[in-house]
């Protein structure tokens, strides 16, 4: 199975920046996609950004485009989210996420991701 961990989080002022990694291990393969939610104290899990494999075509939320950034290494099968001038409002528990879609699918609901990683606290204060 594939197994993921996040690192990376931390206490940051607004406007601040933070990277966040995701080290992938296991049967990941051309047909995942990777991707980051986050989860904030009552709220629901919500979208952030993904990635596919195959091509290393982006996705992001409105709520992070222009500000975040996914990137990829494909040798060291990590993934990667800058954050850059971040906001009180992105204070969650970040996760990564894996799933196996087709070449041109990408989700963007919970559900539809198989393996997930541990989570890391992102706090913003202002």
């Known amino acids: 199975q594939v197994q993921l961990v996040e690192s990376g989080g931390g206490l940051v002022q607004a406007g601040g920046s933070l990277r966040l990694s995701c080290a992938a291990s296991?049967?990941?393969?051309?047909?995942?996609?990777m991707g980051w939610f986050r989860q904030a104290p009552g709220k629901e899990r919500e979208f952030v950004s993904a990635?596919?494999?195959?091509?290393?075509?982006?996705y992001y939320a409105d709520s992070v485009k222009g500000r975040f950034t996914i990137s990829r290494d494909n040798a060291k099968n990590t993934v990667y989210l800058q954050m850059n001038s971040l906001k009180p409002e992105d204070t969650a528990v970040y996760y990564c996420?894996?799933?196996?879609?087709?070449?041109?699918?990408?989700?963007?609901?919970?559900?539809?991701?198989?393996?997930w990683g541990q989570g890391t606290q992102v706090t913003v204060s202002l």
């Open positions: 996420a894996a799933g196996r879609f087709s070449t041109y699918y990408t989700s963007s609901l919970p559900a539809e991701y198989a393996y």
């Open positions: 296991g049967r990941t393969d051309s047909s995942y996609v």
């Open positions: 990635i596919r494999w195959s091509d290393g075509r982006t």
